[in-house]
């Protein structure tokens, strides 16, 4: 069983920054990548931003310059440190981990969600 623990998420007022934590554990021998969605009413599930384990990095154009993601390999962890939050970031954002377990079958597992509301 697998587990992704999302952190971090709150009312901040626009302008602010919020971090936001994953943390994975479970039956995972190793992770490709992770990454941090994002879905707003009515809108689909976006990529935000994505990690592979060897840190190379993929973001949204929206959050290009304000948004950074990074990740601790030993710990399975994921951060994403957003800087210059802008009303339309508020969205429910979602931790996803892509990952190998021990007998070498691939999953893609995601995290209950944690609300960000930039919002004066």
């Known amino acids: 069983q697998v587990q992704l623990v999302e952190s971090g998420g709150g009312l901040v007022q626009p302008g602010g920054s919020l971090r936001l934590s994953c943390a994975a554990s479970?039956?995972?021998?190793?992770?490709?990548?992770m990454g941090w969605y994002r879905q707003a009413p009515g809108k689909q599930r976006e990529l935000v931003a994505s990690?592979?384990?060897?840190?190379?990095?993929n973001y949204a154009e929206s959050v290009k310059g304000r948004f950074t993601i990074s990740r601790d390999n030993a710990k399975n962890t994921v951060h994403l440190q957003m800087n210059s939050l802008k009303p339309e970031d508020t969205a429910v954002y979602y931790c996803?981990?892509?990952?190998?377990?021990?007998?070498?079958?691939?999953?893609?597992?995601w995290g209950q969600g944690t609300q960000v509301t930039v919002s004066s």
């Open positions: 996803n981990a892509d990952y190998f377990d021990y007998v070498n079958s691939r999953y893609d597992y």
């Open positions: 479970g039956s995972i021998f190793s992770i490709n990548s």
């Open positions: 990690i592979t384990s060897g840190g190379s990095t």
